[in-house]
């Protein structure tokens, strides 16, 4: 929770007084954070908020090639990480047209993968024969453009595990105890001995 609790409004320019306190769940209700995609539950134990992929929550991953003046140099691949056989999920090669842009699409789960792109002659798709390059969307957004990647070049994005989220408080850290420094002993000064005064004849 953020709280405002004080705005000075006399200082330039004016200065807000913030605190920030952690509230730990007690249910699963405290832990929804809106998003179809993930499950939300809370241990109660520890009052953290665990948020894991909805693996039946799929989104649409594109893969758009604009060839350069050798298209059949080209080749990619996405793997799927999280799978123990690394099953590969989309991939394209074998363009014949130059200078054409060419799109495939499919329905994949959130899910930690890898784009694999390779050039043949190792010159990769972009600039000198040509401004061709290779972009992966994942629900309309844009993870990667690939164009300057010599003989080949891979990219990972996304999760496996689950993520943890609203840590309850902690203590504030204590500095260890230190003694007090004490002077160094030292001797009293003591006057210089001095002749009594004697009086004149």
């Known amino acids: 929770i953020i709280q405002v609790e004080n705005i000075n409004m006399t200082s330039n320019p004016p200065v807000a007084q913030v605190s920030v306190n ?64 690394a099953e590969v999920m989309s991939s394209g090669s074998g363009y014949t047209n130059k200078f ?50 010599g003989k080949g070049e891979t990219y990972t994005w996304g999760s496996c595990l689950s993520t943890n989220s609203s840590p309850g408080p902690t203590a504030s850290p204590t500095a260890s105890p230190t003694k007090a420094p004490t002077a160094s002993p030292t001797k009293a000064p003591t006057a210089s001995p001095t002749k009594a005064p004697t009086a004149s004849p």
């Not at 799929?58 to 691949?77: A, F, H, N, Q």
């Open 22 to 85: 952690y509230v730990q769940c007690t249910s699963d209700y405290d832990c929804d954070d809106g998003d179809m995609c993930t499950t939300s539950t809370c241990n109660i134990s520890t009052g953290i908020c665990n948020h894991a992929p909805n693996f039946l929550c799929s989104g649409l991953m594109r893969t758009e090639v604009l060839t350069d003046k050798y298209p059949g140099e080209t080749s990619w691949k996405i793997v799927d990480n999280c799978n123990n056989d």
């Open 100 to 149: 054409e842009t060419y799109s495939d699409s499919s329905n994949l789960p959130h899910s930690q993968y890898t784009v694999e792109v390779k050039d043949v002659y190792g010159d990769g798709i972009c600039c000198g024969q040509g401004n061709g390059s290779i972009k992966v969307f994942y629900k309309d957004e844009e993870i990667k453009s690939f164009g300057k990647f």
